[in-house]
C-alpha cells in the first residue's frame, strides 16, 4: 500500500562533471594499462585467432569458388586446363595443395576441440594444451595425406 503523503517530485537531469576514466588516468599520472603485446602469446589464444583466420580462408574459398561459377562462362575444365598448361613441378603442385587444403584441415580439427568444451570435456589447461597439440598434428597429417593423393 502507498501512503497517500508521498508524491514523485521530477527533477531535470544534470549530467556528471566528471572526466572520462583516461582524462582521469592522465590527471593523475596513472600509467597506461598494458596492451595485448605486452603479454606473452598463449597457445590457447593462438589456435583460437588461427580458427577464425582458417573460417575466414574457408569463406574466401567458398565466395571465389560461387563467383567463379556465376561470372566465369567457359567451366571449371577450361581453367583445369589453363592451370595444367602452366607446367608446374611435383613440387609445385603438392605446395599449392598443401596451402589450400591445411585450412580445411585445421578448422576442422581445432572445430572439434571447441564442440569437445562446449560438451564440457577437456576445460583444464593441461587437457586444453593437450587437445590443442593433437588437433594441429592431426591436420597437419591430414593435410600431408590429402596433399600427396
Known amino acids: 500500500m502507498c501512503s497517500k503523503g508521498n508524491s514523485v517530485k521530477y527533477v ?3 549530467s556528471s562533471h566528471d572526466p572520462d576514466h583516461d582524462h582521469k588516468n592522465m590527471t593523475l599520472k596513472r600509467p597506461m ?3 595485448v603485446t605486452h603479454y606473452a602469446p598463449t597457445l590457447p589464444a593462438m589456435t583460437s585467432i588461427a580458427q577464425r583466420a582458417t573460417g575466414a580462408i574457408i569463406t574466401t574459398y567458398a565466395l571465389g569458388l560461387a563467383w567463379g561459377s556465376l561470372f566465369l562462362s567457359n567451366g571449371a575444365e577450361t581453367y583445369v586446363s589453363i592451370i595444367q598448361s602452366l607446367n608446374l613441378g611435383t613440387f609445385t603442385i ?3 595443395k598443401i596451402g589450400l587444403g591445411a585450412p ?6 581445432n572445430a ?3 564442440i569437445a568444451w562446449n560438451a564440457g570435456k577437456f576445460l583444464d589447461i593441461k587437457s586444453v594444451y593437450d587437445t590443442s597439440y ?4 592431426v591436420a597437419g597429417v591430414f593435410s600431408l595425406l590429402f596433399a600427396l593423393l
Request: with cysteine; hydrophobic share 45%.
Open 104 to 109: 580445411f584441415c585445421f578448422h576442422y580439427f
Open 33 to 35: 594499462s598494458p596492451h
Open 134 to 137: 593433437k588437433s594441429m598434428m
Open 12 to 14: 531535470p537531469y544534470v
Open 94 to 96: 603438392f605446395l599449392l
Open 112 to 114: 572439434l576441440r571447441y
